[in-house]
């Protein structure tokens, strides 16, 4: 059994509200952070709508187990009171490298010295970020899917600074909240998971972006070609386009740029995914 026991979860959007709120339903102490009261107001939000979630899809969370977790978790904009009692603080901030080095920057200042820092981040190093902490042998990479409750994946990922005590530790906590830890050997961008999935996502955007096909047709097309349940798209709305636009308009190559700028379009006039209620497609409340 692993040491950790208060989590903190820095970041309330699509996944880090649900990296928050799988801790607390495993029977995690939880605190959610988020930068403002509208912002934490949110995330309480999406909490509720997972408990939700969990109650009809989830084994074992019907009977009030769903709802003791969302009423078990502390909601705040406080940093210094949101992790004064963390021994694990995971950073689920956008995928931007000038606000999480920010966030570990201030983070540092305030976290007792027993804290680990795991960051969320979906395509960046942690080695980008590992001197914006003042604790290197207690900093990794812990990388969650998208409807967590359903793709139960954990990758950890070490730099060479992490302590072994910590990859661990890291890896115990990731079992006990219910995932399955998979342990990378080295840095990837991407982990095992995106490495993967970012390829596929491109390929998919740049048909639309070229106007090729609309969505719907690509999406058909790969679901009558590979029998798979989802297509690109589909994915798209799952993972929120917001966090697809920012890592895409960070890369200056022209394809990606008229990617990104199509996607501001739908971020503009609120089409945010499935979060929302529309994204590429439009999914009942």
Do not use: C
Not at 81 to 101: M, Y
Not at 112 to 120: D, G, H, Q, Y
Not at 203 to 210: F, H
């Amino acid at each position: 059994m692993s040491n950790i026991q208060h989590v903190t979860v820095l970041g309330t959007g699509v996944l880090g509200s649900q990296i928050a709120y799988q801790a607390a339903f495993a029977g995690k102490t939880v605190t959610a952070y988020d930068i403002n009261d509208d912002a934490v107001a949110a995330g309480r939000e999406r909490a509720a709508g997972l408990a939700k979630r969990y109650e009809a899809e989830v084994d074992g969370a019907a009977g009030g187990k769903a709802q003791a977790a969302l009423e078990s978790m502390t909601f705040t904009a406080d940093l210094a009171e949101a992790v004064k009692d963390a021994d694990l603080v995971i950073e689920a901030v956008p995928e931007k490298i000038e606000i999480k080095r920010g966030t570990y920057e201030k983070l540092s200042a305030v976290a007792p010295e027993k804290t680990i820092f795991a960051t969320n981040s979906s395509t960046l190093l942690p080695s980008d970020i590992v001197d914006a902490t003042d604790r290197p042998e207690k900093f990794l990479a812990l990388h969650f899917a998208n409807e967590i409750w359903k793709h139960n994946t954990a990758e950890v990922m070490p730099v060479p600074a992490t302590s072994e005590e910590t990859k661990r530790e890291v890896e115990e906590y990731a079992a006990e909240m219910g995932m399955v830890p998979i342990v990378l050997k080295k840095e990837k961008a991407g982990y095992l998971l995106n490495s993967l999935l970012v390829p596929w996502l491109d390929a998919a955007a740049g048909l639309w972006a070229g106007d090729f096909a609309d969505p719907e047709t690509i999406d058909k097309t790969w679901k009558l070609a590979t029998g798979s349940p989802m297509g690109p798209f589909q994915v798209f709305d799952v993972v929120g386009l917001t966090t697809a636009y920012n890592i895409t308009s960070s890369n200056p190559d022209p394809a990606h740029q008229a990617v990104a700028a199509k996607l501001k379009e739908k971020i503009d006039a609120g089409e945010l995914g499935r979060a929302t209620g529309k994204g590429f497609y439009t999914y009942d409340a």
